[in-house]
């Protein structure tokens, strides 16, 4: 295991260097220009062009490259374009606010998807696993948006129950009002992601009803919870645990639509702002925070493989 971990921690740098050269391509071939961002009427020519000089946006695209990846090896990601200030520190400011978010989320998940996935495979073709069945399909198939607006509209403008945008009250620092502002942005992500999770665990589940060894377990006289949760449950994990691993860039990036809807101040929105602005190095640091995540994310995938399965290690 140690082999195949150094392994993998060495192809993160090169790796991260072509993630890195097809986004800033991107970023640098998308319609539009920043300096617009900085443009009055009443402003000359000659002044917009100064502009587009002291942000280093006249020169070639592979040279602006070659600047911006010298700042970064020396651990610098640059300044925004859209208020100037530092990139690391912008997303060190607002990190936690999506780590909250998005793990809150993740767990509650887990905790809703994975015991109805196993009841619903033990009863499969009842009315129970029939209604969970149509949960989960509206789960993946509604926009995220539009649920997120449906909370809102029915829980904070009918009921007037929870707040709608944000993530405090204006002069309120409590805990009880950060868990307020954060239930329907939770409540929208937990929502979205347990169709999936119930899917797989349901799916896999009901594959593993069929083996002898559960069978094996019926013949000892062992009860249905117990068949469930010491013997099939660690055999449905791995697909779980792709899932686990193919969201942990979420916890950076985080939930882009969702934190425009309830202007939930993480990474998603500064995300979602620096693209409507072609904040490039924003954009850039981003792409790099969610490719670092993603590839980490099948890194623990894979350990973890091997760790519950040990037929892998073999």
Not at 214 to 221: I, L, Q, R
């Amino acid at each position: 295991m140690s082999k195949m971990i150094a392994r993998r921690v060495l192809q993160i740098v090169p790796m991260l260097f072509v993630i890195s050269i097809i986004s800033f391509a991107l970023a640098k071939l998308a319609p539009g220009d920043p300096v617009k961002m900085y443009v009055t009427p009443n402003m000359h020519p000659e002044d917009v062009e100064r502009i587009r000089r002291s942000l280093g946006l006249n020169l070639p695209i592979y040279e602006q490259y070659i600047r911006w990846l010298i700042q970064v090896l020396h651990g610098n990601l640059g300044y925004s374009l859209q208020n100037s200030q530092p990139v690391l520190g912008q997303i060190l400011q607002r990190l936690p606010a999506t780590i909250g978010l998005m793990g809150s989320s993740l767990v509650l998940t887990l905790i809703f998807a994975v015991p109805l996935g196993l009841v619903a495979a033990k009863y499969a073709d009842t009315w129970l696993d029939q209604v969970l069945n149509l949960l989960s399909y509206i789960s993946i198939s509604i926009p995220v948006f539009w649920f997120g607006i449906i909370l809102i509209d029915f829980f904070s403008v009918q009921l007037n129950w929870l707040p709608s945008l944000g993530m405090r009250t204006i002069g309120v620092n409590s805990f009880p009002d950060l868990v307020q502002h954060a239930i329907l942005p939770i409540a929208t992500l937990t929502f979205q992601g347990c169709g999936a999770y119930y899917r797989y665990v349901r799916s896999n589940t009901i594959s593993e009803l069929k083996k002898s060894y559960v069978e094996f377990g019926y013949a000892k006289g062992l009860p249905d919870w117990k068949i469930l949760w010491n013997h099939v449950l660690k055999n449905v994990l791995l697909p779980v645990i792709t899932l686990l691993g193919m969201s942990l860039p979420m916890l950076i990036s985080g939930a882009y639509i969702t934190e425009s809807v309830f202007s939930w101040p993480g990474l998603g929105l500064l995300s979602v702002d620096a693209i409507f602005s072609l904040d490039y190095p924003v954009i850039m640091a981003m792409t790099l925070f969610s490719g670092l995540m993603l590839i980490l994310g099948n890194l623990f995938a894979d350990i973890t493989y091997q760790i519950v399965d040990p037929r892998i290690r073999k």
